[in-house]
């Protein structure tokens, strides 16, 4: 908070703008704007505030979302059950995960997925993200910026108030520690008090809080924040200094990406295909299939030296990611099988901005990399016996794709890791009712989305595919809910 803002909430008499609210939500991403729909429905008086100059957030630049047992899937015959997907997510969780909350949002998944249909969201398909993988990722026609478009579009529509550039600045509590409302600073400055009977916090990450960032991560961040949507985490400080526990903090959604591509950019495809993966030292450090599972894959990037590595491969694997397509997608942006046409223009681009390479040898390779010569050449070497022998004796990566590098020119493409989200900061319990340092809960205050903590382990879960969208639009439904049934108790 800045000495402006600190300034201006000393006062509070002095405030001149003031509302009411049955229900004020923080956050206009998917989370917020579901919350408020959910809320606004019954016919609750509900004000959102966000501190962007339009709704969406994070969410605007999502594909698809989890769901299980939805009505698409029965269609389709897709048979993961509740219990199987709840069991996958605990497990891969380490039963680090909240277990009450985490079925809630997995019960609700399919009734959601229904809601939002009648809203008139269109689904392309449901799909795995890896070979053989659960098909829980429910594909969007039009994608997140659809969904916050028909989100926005019918919050209005039952008279919900959306104030942008509009950051909050702390929570308003009263003498029993309820949460009653939000101080914030309007469009033109001056503050604003937004008076009600709950508060939902959906502000989503910090991700864009170099402090809060360099306090609670391990990892080095090579490449900035996917999105810069300045997530600073104000929100989350807010409900801290409110009494609010702490949970989740450090847990990251992050991938390795080549620095400053597209989405679609086909340099960017080839270098997360299951190829050879080296660090700046020149050693192979892992299964590179592990592609697959993108926070996995960060994962081990972030145990090399400063998250670099380049992926490796010859004249002959780039004709082949040209002309039979690719094995391992880039979310739904570049699909599997896809024939990277661009690929020559796009490793000519990336040579000029230092981060493509091309040699005639391991040896001239090696040195563009600034790579010892004979670690380089042996890696190569135990590489090329791995597909010569058909098996991977270091880790054990299936045959299918261990692709020599040994004929023609030979290329590197650098990447670095990257931060797409957070996922944590407040405690909460499975009604999404935020809580206290001696796990109590604080009365009309809720937090849903990425800005809550609970949902995960260590990482990102990719086994629940689409999870943090999912968990987004479920919790803000529950803590609407919840709210609505709070503010009913209070009443009498």
């Known amino acids: 908070m800045n000495k402006k803002n600190e300034k201006q909430i000393k006062n509070n008499s002095e405030i001149e703008k003031k509302m009411e609210a049955d229900i004020v939500i923080v956050g206009a991403g998917s ?26 957030g994070y969410s605007m630049f999502t594909g698809g979302m989890f769901a299980v047992e939805s009505s698409i899937q029965i269609l389709d015959y ?16 380490h039963w680090c995960a909240n277990g009450r909350l985490v079925r809630g949002f997995i019960n609700k998944s399919a009734d959601t997925i229904d809601w939002l ?24 026609e039009g994608g997140g910026k659809a969904l916050i478009e028909t989100l926005t579009r019918e919050v209005k529509k ?63 961040f ?60 020149g050693q192979r450090f892992c299964d590179e299939s592990i592609t697959f599972y993108l926070s996995t894959a960060a994962n081990s990037l972030s145990k090399q030296p400063d998250g670099i590595m380049y992926t490796i491969f010859d004249e002959i694997t780039k004709n082949k990611m040209i002309e039979q397509g690719i094995s391992a997608a880039l979310s739904a942006y570049v699909p599997v099988t896809t024939k990277l046409s661009r690929l020559d223009n796009d490793i000519k681009r990336g040579i000029k901005e230092g981060k493509a390479f091309s040699a005639d040898n391991s040896n001239e390779l090696a040195d563009k990399l600034c790579i010892n010569r004979n670690t380089f050449k ?36 650098k990447s670095l890791l990257q931060i797409l989200t957070t996922l944590g900061g407040i405690k909460i319990n499975h009604n999404t009712e935020v809580l206290n340092n001696k796990t109590e809960v604080i009365p009309g205050l809720y937090a849903v989305g990425n800005c809550a903590g609970g949902l995960y382990g260590w990482d990102y879960n990719v086994f629940t595919t689409g999870g943090a969208l999912g968990f987004a639009v479920n919790s803000g439904r529950i803590a609407a809910e919840n709210s609505l049934k709070y503010i009913k108790k209070q009443k009498k």
Not at 78 to 93: P, R, V, Y
Not at 169 to 184: E, F, P, T, V
């Open 222 to 281: 090579g490449a900035s924040s996917f999105v810069d949507m300045h997530q600073t985490g104000e929100h989350i400080s807010m409900s801290w200094e409110a009494g609010a526990a702490s949970d989740g903090m450090g847990v990251f959604m992050a991938i390795p990406t080549v620095p400053g591509e597209e989405k679609t950019s086909h340099l960017w495809s080839a270098a997360l295909q299951p190829l050879l993966w080296i660090n700046k030292s």
């Open 117 to 140: 249909m009648q809203l008139g969201i269109e689904y392309k398909n449901v799909i795995s993200m890896w070979p053989g993988g659960p098909r829980t990722w429910h594909r969007m």
């Open 78 to 93: 897709i048979g993961i059950t509740k219990d199987e997907a709840f069991k996958n997510h605990m497990q891969n969780s």
């Open 31 to 56: 989370a917020g704007l579901s919350a408020a729909l959910a809320a606004a429905s019954y016919g609750v008086k509900v004000v959102v505030l966000e501190k962007m100059a339009s709704p969406g």
């Open 158 to 220: 039952r008279g919900v108030d959306i104030l942008t550039e509009t950051p909050v600045q702390r929570l308003i509590m009263d003498s029993k520690k309820q949460a009653k409302g939000i101080l914030a600073q309007g469009i033109d400055g001056q503050p604003i008090q937004v008076n009600s009977k709950a508060v939902i916090i959906a502000g989503g990450s910090y991700a864009n809080n170099k402090e809060m960032m360099n306090k609670y991560s391990n990892f080095t």
């Open 378 to 413: 042996n890696t190569l070497d135990e590489f090329n016996s791995f597909f010569l022998n058909n098996h991977d004796q270091t880790y054990a990566k299936k045959n299918k794709y261990l692709q020599p590098v040994r004929k023609g020119k030979f290329y590197a493409i």
